[in-house]
């Protein structure tokens, strides 16, 4: 798992019931270019319930950097931006 991308589905309630579920399956839904390069896992709450912040669920992290509203889209973009 070492040098791999670390991406970290929250599966928190509040982004399980927002999309969270599906996104568990990411990798299934990558380009083979990015598949190899990343493993998946799942997290409790990222901290969408800090004190001030608006929640945007459903919250992926990749490597550290937190993606509110997460899909599909979103994460091929950030994959493909910090591979490229
Ligand atoms: S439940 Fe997902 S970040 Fe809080």
Do not use: F, Q, W
């Not at 270019?33 to 929640?55: M, N």
């Amino acid at each position: 798992m070492e040098n791999k991308i670390k991406i970290r589905v929250c599966v928190g309630t509040y982004c399980y019931v927002y999309g969270g579920n599906e996104l568990k399956e990411i990798k299934d839904k990558l380009p083979s270019a990015l598949k190899d390069k990343v493993y998946v896992e799942a997290s409790v709450c990222l901290g969408c319930d800090a004190k001030g912040v608006v929640p945007k669920p459903p919250y992926v992290e990749i490597d550290g950097h937190l993606i509110p509203e997460a899909n599909t889209e979103k994460i091929i973009s950030y994959l493909m931006e910090i591979t490229k």
